[in-house]
DNA sequence: TTCACTGCAAAACGTTTGCAAACAG
DNA sequence: CTGTTTGCAAACGTTTTGCAGTGAA
């Protein structure tokens, strides 16, 4: 599945209007975004820009957003999604102290995949990567 | 956090019953579990044992052996977690299609912690690996 | 004029918790 | 006895949905 360029988007695909004022405002927030925020973080700072937004509106723009490839999901643990503006397979490191969450990219993962496909015997389509550590400012040592 | 074997667990650490009746019953019903089962599952599994047991029961009692060591939590996406008797650190691969949850183990992983490490500046804990692809029953060619 | 999208509220889902009663040591 | 655990029901946090009304092409 490849990305859709947001002027695909805007244009419209046959049938609706795509790239409505939420939606932009949505996917503003989240490339304006330092860090990875949840859904409750961006309603919150979509509401901002866009006062009367809904809550509802903000979680169904995340999903558009997200099939259309123009923002990343990333669910770790059964806590609330975050959002990523980097829409590029990367990987993730976690802090399990203060819980920031960072991007990164190990080259290493292409080949990776076709190991992980052999030892499962399934047909690869996509890897994930976390690591689970301490962040450089709760590091101690 | 060094496992603790089920002997030590029996004796009690200090206080409570520890392994009870209902807790070791969740724990064989994730051990004779072919496959990954949700908490859910295991609920419906562990009633047939003890037609007693609460759905809430069921859940302190998951969670009182992942923190025990005795069972290990897999969590991905948004979707219940699914539990699995194998408590050592391996890798998942996850079938799109039907949803297939296998275990498998990469050699590679604890050189690769280094390299996530040295990416993401974080001091490594532990590394989550999975594949998404089809299994080899929903892998068309 | 059409049809997708919005906003609201309610529902759905997985999971946790408060509490009184039951139980094990 | 004492303190932990249970079962129940209710609450919780996150996400989705039904539906009437709005708004853009």
Redesign the interface.
């Known amino acids: 599945m490849r990305n859709q360029s947001e002027e695909q988007i805007r244009a419209g695909r046959g049938g609706g209007t795509a790239l409505t004022q939420q939606r932009k405002v949505v996917l503003e927030v989240v490339q304006a975004s330092a860090g990875h925020p949840t859904a409750a973080e961006v309603f919150e700072a979509a509401r901002k820009l866009l006062p009367k937004i809904s809550y509802a509106t903000v979680y169904n723009s995340l999903r558009y957003l997200k099939e259309a490839g123009l923002v990343h999901e990333i669910?770790?643990?059964?806590s609330a999604?975050r959002y990523d503006r980097e829409t590029e397979r990367h990987?993730h490191?976690i802090?399990?102290e203060c819980g920031e969450l960072?991007d990164?990219?190990?080259p290493?993962t292409s080949s990776?995949?076709l190991?992980?496909?052999e030892?499962?015997?399934?047909?690869?389509?996509?890897?994930?990567?976390?690591?689970?550590?301490?962040?450089?400012r709760c590091?101690t040592?």
């Open positions: 669910t770790f643990g059964n999604s990987d490191a802090c399990k960072v990164f990219n190990l290493e990776l995949m190991s992980a496909a030892h499962s015997r399934f047909k690869p389509e996509s890897i994930h990567l976390t690591l689970v550590g301490l962040c450089p590091r040592d």
